[in-house]
């Protein structure tokens, strides 16, 4: 199965912007569905970004202020996060799915002060 390692999260005050980058172990195909999921303890793991073949999915309270987007040549996917909110803390986890595994990063943990 593809490993999957998040990098880019730490702490910034609310209004400020941060990207995340999932990088895969192997070569991610158009077909396969990558993503970033979020989680507060206490709280339900949701969604926040999708991407597949060449359309995108945000959460209605993010959507207009992240932007998700694909690197194949390097087997990323990036979150770039602006206008951070409060609520927007949390740790956040890349994710891939296909017809026979479904993949998990170890999660990046995101805090904006408020």
């Known amino acids: 199965q593809v490993q999957l390692v998040e990098s880019g999260g730490g702490l910034v005050q609310a209004g400020g912007s941060l990207n995340l980058t999932c990088t895969g172990s192997?070569?991610?195909?158009?077909?396969?569905?990558m993503g970033w999921y979020r989680q507060t303890p206490g709280k339900q793991r949701e969604m926040v970004a999708i991407?597949?073949?060449?359309?995108?999915q945000l959460s209605d309270s993010v959507k207009d202020r992240f932007i998700i987007s694909r690197d194949h040549d390097k087997n990323s996917v990036v979150l770039r996060m602006n206008s951070l909110k409060p609520e927007d803390t949390g740790v956040y986890y890349c994710?891939?799915?296909?017809?026979?595994?479904?993949?998990w990063g170890q999660g990046t943990q995101v805090t904006v002060s408020s």
């Open positions: 192997r070569t991610i195909f158009e077909r396969e569905t």
């Open positions: 991407t597949e073949n060449d359309s995108t």
């Open positions: 994710w891939l799915k296909n017809v026979i595994d479904e993949t």
